[in-house]
């Protein structure tokens, strides 16, 4: 099966700040990796597919990139609502596979 | 407008089995690939189960051979029968469905439900 590790796990930064969360896979996945956002309580929300496409009415401050076993999710200009778990999930087989999540914590 | 509606979590002893259901409105059940992720007390996301429009399903190793997904076509409905239930399925559980983009390779989790809690303890 292929495993998910993203990083860090937690992570501070204030409003305005430019982030990134790394995800890695432990075999190449080509393009087929999606970010989610989750808040507490609610369920996740998609974010990017194909590890770099914005899902609709997802905000251009998000981006993603990568391809075969590492990919990244920018944030730039981090808004007080952007503060949240983030998730990567690969689908290229089955099980389909989350990472372990990055909490994006206010400083 | 599309919405998800989780239903049948609870308190179940271990070894127990619980069904739980997604009620769907505003697009067909049958019609759409469907999916299972849970998330225990504190963790982390955990995908579970796909069932696909044609029929095929697809499990976590986790919980293959324990659970089950299906649909109801009358009932615009999802469900997960769960048997053999353990303190680690503690959880609540999200259905949601799966889209695709215009390739048709890119599966796009563009719905999901509240969840429904489910609690495995004796």
Known sequence: NIQMTQSPSAMSASVGDR???????????????????????????????????????VPSRFSGSGSGTEFTLTISNLQPEDFATYYCLQHNSFPITFGQGTRLEIK | EVQLVESGGGLIQP???????????????????????????????????????GGSTYYADSVKGRFTISRDHSKNTLYLQMNSLRAEDTAVYYCARVNYDSSAYYPLFDSWGQGTLVTVSS
């Open chain 2, 15 to 53: 070894g127990g089995s619980l069904r739980l259901s997604c009620a769907a409105s505003g697009f067909a059940v049958s019609s759409n690939y469907m999916s299972w992720v849970r998330q225990a007390p504190g963790k982390g996301l955990e995908w579970l189960s796909v069932l696909y429009s």
């Open chain 1, 19 to 57: 982030v990134t969360i790394t995800c890695r896979a432990t075999q190449g996945i080509s393009n087929y990796l999606a970010w989610f956002q989750q808040k507490p309580g609610k369920a996740p929300k998609h974010l990017i597919y194909a590890a770099s496409s914005l899902q609709n009415g």
